[in-house]
């Protein structure tokens, strides 16, 4: 086990590529397809669709 902390992405940094479920049917989406070609923005919410 590394005991080495994970930097945190600066300003300007490329995220990492991840690919993640994109359409009810479960097709994967790459972030790197839109490399190079759109802008992207990632929003996170907390406790979205949870009970409470």
Do not use: N
């Not at 359409?23 to 949870?50: E, N, Q």
């Amino acid at each position: 086990m590394s005991t080495e902390m994970p930097s945190t992405p600066g300003i300007g940094d490329q995220a990492p590529d991840f690919t993640l479920p994109g359409t009810p049917d479960g097709d994967p989406i790459a972030l790197s397809s839109f490399r190079g070609s759109k802008h992207v923005l990632l929003a996170f919410y907390v406790f979205d669709f949870s009970p409470g």
